[in-house]
């Protein structure tokens, strides 16, 4: 999914790490947990695309909302994935 620098935290996403994806939008949806599986470094204007895992019935809402750039991540603790 693609990630601007605000919708993203500074700390360095790595594979693994749980996160938890919310909506920026204000839509009412309920926020999505995942895992890191890997990030693109960032482009010239700091978006970088990071691919999670998700549940697959979380994918079609969370694919949508990517595209339309209204999900931010959220790191998690390690012990929360």
Known sequence: MPVKP????????????PVLL???DT?????VRAVVLRTSS????????????AAAVDGPRLAAKAAAGDVA???L????G
């Open 6 to 17: 605000a919708q993203a935290p500074t700390t360095p996403l790595l594979p693994r790490w």
């Open 73 to 75: 991540l959220i790191v």
């Open 27 to 31: 839509t009412a949806w309920d926020p």
């Open 42 to 53: 960032p482009d010239d204007t700091g978006l970088r695309v990071v691919d999670v895992v």
């Open 77 to 80: 603790p390690r012990e929360a």
């Open 22 to 24: 919310v909506a920026t």
